[in-house]
């Protein structure tokens, strides 16, 4: 158990619908990365949060947008749900201290299911 | 631009040791990472190593790390049917950001 949670644990929507995931930190970690993986695949990079601002993105479009709270939880909200966003997403807690990263754990992910 | 490759298969027979191997293209990645993944379920870390280290050592795991190759390597000594999952290497990147391959998926028979 790493601590990291996530909700909900499974989700349906239908193609159009807009979607928010949740995600709990590990005590002590102040930053918040997001990763979609398709299935079959390994995860891909969505983004990340540190102090309540998006810090580096990958190649998502802007419908995928996210925020982190003052507890350093997080959210990631999809607009304009389409096929192929259905995966499972992950969320990962690190502690970054300037330059220094700290190991990323992995909440248990939300499998997203888009109809 | 930043890749990582494994092959996708490997089967070993209980007790065994299994190889995963892992090929990257991002030279200035500080931590090399192992992770693990059952069906259904998130990452779990197995271990790490650092850029400057050509081998780390963890109970029944072994990392070995060839930078001028690019090449990261995981050993798991007597595997055992609990072993049987997907193993990915994951370099960090830029951001601070895992960069991911398809990963290996280890199976294990008697």
């Known amino acids: 158990e790493t601590g990291v949670t996530q909700s909900p644990t499974h989700l349906i929507k239908t193609r159009g619908q807009q979607v928010t995931l949740r995600c709990s930190s590990q005590?002590?970690?102040?930053?918040v990365s997001w990763y979609q993986q398709a299935l079959g695949q390994g995860p891909q990079f969505i983004f990340q949060?540190?102090?309540?601002?998006?810090?580096g993105r990958g190649n998502f479009p802007p419908r995928f947008s996210g925020l982190q709270f003052p507890n350093y939880s997080s959210e990631l909200n999809v607009n304009a749900l389409e096929l192929d966003d259905s995966a499972l997403y992950l969320c990962?807690?690190?502690?970054?201290?300037?330059?220094?990263?700290?190991?990323?754990?992995f909440g248990p992910g939300t499998r997203l299911t888009v109809l | 631009g930043e890749d990582v490759e494994q092959s996708l298969f490997l089967s070993v027979r209980e007790g065994d040791s299994s190889v995963i191997n892992c090929t990257y293209t991002?030279?200035?990645?500080?931590?090399l990472y192992w992770y693990k993944q059952e069906p259904g379920a998130g990452l779990q870390l197995l271990t790490y190593?650092?850029?400057?280290?050509d081998m780390k050592q963890d109970q029944r795991l072994t990392v070995l790390l060839n930078k001028k190759d690019k090449h990261l390597s995981l050993r798991i000594a007597d595997t055992q049917t609990g072993d049987s999952a997907i193993y990915f290497c994951?370099?960090?990147?830029?951001?601070?950001?895992?960069?991911f391959g398809a990963g290996t998926r280890l199976a294990v028979h008697p």
């Open positions: 990962a807690s690190s502690s970054v201290a300037g330059d220094i990263t700290d190991t990323q754990y």
């Open positions: 005590s002590g970690h102040n930053t």
């Open positions: 949060y540190y102090r309540e601002e998006e810090n």
């Open positions: 991002d030279s200035s990645s500080t931590y």
């Open positions: 190593i650092f850029s400057n280290m």
């Open positions: 994951a370099p960090l990147g830029g951001y601070n950001k895992l960069i």
